[in-house]
């Protein structure tokens, strides 16, 4: 099983330039997140959405759009990249899992280090 | 205030020994889920072991366990026999009912296992 697919695994850009980060998931899961990860602080949310159709602000939104283009993908886009947006991005899927559904873990893709330049 | 509080940014642990990741967490929601994650240098997040808030025993997967401490809201990670595969990040995340879909990651504790 593929899980969570993101593309590309790595990425030079330009300050200024734009690029989109793609993710799949096969696992039929309703919520998609995209997260960075930068050193000493963990995993920081940007985006995330609950089901096919929405999207919210996660906690470092500013610079990032997001696109649900239906259940199993989710795109992150930088429309003019800084060299502040220098990471590792992740996306991860869950499920709601029916009653408890806080219960279910989220499953991460393989990351995409970004760096610009 | 964080959600998620790891307060070991490394730790050290010799080989066939035990260790504890420490994991503080903050919620006034009664339904909760804690969880905790591996990334080993490779990158990837490899999911650990879960812990509910209504879950009245400690959880355990193998050579991990929970200690679970309610009252404390601490979560714990203990790690027995600890082998040099064991040397990675570990995250330790909080999802409430109340907030719905969001995780909460902690800042991670980096461990090392030396033979």
């Known amino acids: 099983n593929a899980g969570v697919t993101q593309t590309p695994k790595f990425q030079v850009l330009k300050t200024g330039q734009s690029m989109t980060l793609q993710c799949a998931q096969d696992?039929?899961?309703?919520?998609m997140y995209w997260y960075r990860q930068d050193p000493g602080m963990g995993l920081r949310l940007i985006y995330y959405s609950a089901s096919e159709g929405t999207t919210d602000k996660g906690e470092v939104p500013n610079g990032y759009n997001v696109s649900r283009l239906n259940k199993r993908e989710f795109s992150l886009r930088l429309e003019s990249a800084a060299p502040s947006q220098t990471s590792v991005y992740f996306c991860?899927?869950?499920?709601?899992?029916?009653?408890?559904?806080?219960?279910?873990?989220?499953?991460f893709g393989q990351g995409t280090r970004l760096t610009v330049v | 205030a964080q959600k998620i509080t790891q307060t070991q940014p490394g730790m050290f642990v010799q080989e066939k020994e035990a260790v504890t990741l420490d994991c503080t967490y903050d919620t006034s929601d009664p339904s909760y889920g804690l969880f905790w994650y591996k990334q080993p240098s490779s990158g990837e997040m490899i999911f650990l072991i879960y812990q509910g808030s209504y879950d009245q025993q400690n959880a355990t997967e193998g050579r991990y366990s929970l200690n679970f401490q309610k009252a404390r809201k601490s979560a714990n990670l203990v790690i027995s026999a600890s082998q040099l595969g064991d040397s990675a990040m570990y995250f330790c995340a909080m999802r409430e009912r109340s907030t719905g879909n969001q995780f909460y990651f902690g800042t991670g504790t980096s461990l090392t296992v030396i033979p």
């Open positions: 991860a899927s869950s499920t709601p899992g029916g009653r408890d559904f806080w219960s279910t873990e989220a499953f």
């Open positions: 696992m039929n899961h309703n919520s």
